[in-house]
C-alpha cells in the first residue's frame, strides 16, 4: 500500500485501479494516465461559492431525474470505451458536477462524462481547468463546462456545439446587464450572479 506520492514514478501511466490502491492524505487526479496533485484545502470563499451554485442547481433538481455532487466526488472517463479498473486512466474530482443519467452512477462515483461541470479556479489549478480540464471535457462530451474565477468575480461558459467543440458562450459577472446566468442544459434554470460572490 502506498500512502505517499512521493512514493510514486510520477513519469510512469496509472490506472483507475493503482488509484484505488493509494492512500495519500491528499488528493490527486489521473488525466491520461498521469498524476495531477490537487491544491490544499480550498479557501473559504472557494467553498462558499460552490456550496451556493450547488445549492440552486440541487433545489431545481428537486424531484428530477438529474443529480449535482460536489467535490470530493470521483468521475471516471474511459476514453475509448474501456472497462475495468486496470483500463480506465482518467479519474477527476470536478467542484460541482451534474449527472442525468442514472446508468453512469454507482457507489463509487460517476462512470463517464457528467452533463455539466463546474471548477472553481484556485491559483494552483488555473492551468489545468483552463487548458488539460477543458481539452478533456470536450473530448469526453461534457455538455457544459463553467469556470469560475472567485477574485475576478466572473464565469467563463463554454457548451459543447453539434461538432463536439466547445463554444465559448461569454465570460458573465454581476452587473444590471446580466443579474443571472443560465445554466444552459437546462431551459428554466438561471442563478442570481450578486449571490454567487457576494461575501
Known sequence: MITNIDE??????????????????DFVEIIKGKIY??????????????????????????RKSCKVYSAPFDV????????????IYTVVQPDICVICDPKKLDDRGCMGAPDMIVEIISPSTAK?????????YESSGVRE???VFPKE?????HLLNDK?????IGSFEPNAETP???VNIFPDLEIIMEDIFSI
Open 37 to 62: 496533485k490537487m491544491s490544499p484545502a480550498p479557501l473559504r470563499y472557494h467553498q462558499q461559492i460552490s456550496v451556493r451554485i450547488t445549492s440552486d442547481i440541487d433545489h431545481y433538481l428537486r
Open 76 to 87: 471516471r472517463i474511459p476514453m475509448n470505451g474501456e472497462e475495468g479498473e486496470d483500463a
Open 153 to 157: 468575480r466572473f464565469i467563463m461558459v
Open 180 to 182: 443571472t446566468i443560465k
Open 164 to 168: 463536439g467543440i466547445y463554444e465559448l
Open 145 to 147: 463546462y463553467w469556470i
Open 8 to 25: 510514486l514514478d510520477l513519469n510512469r501511466k496509472y490506472s483507475y485501479a493503482d488509484y484505488l490502491t493509494w492512500k495519500f492524505q
Open 128 to 136: 489545468k481547468d483552463l487548458n488539460e480540464k477543458l481539452d478533456l
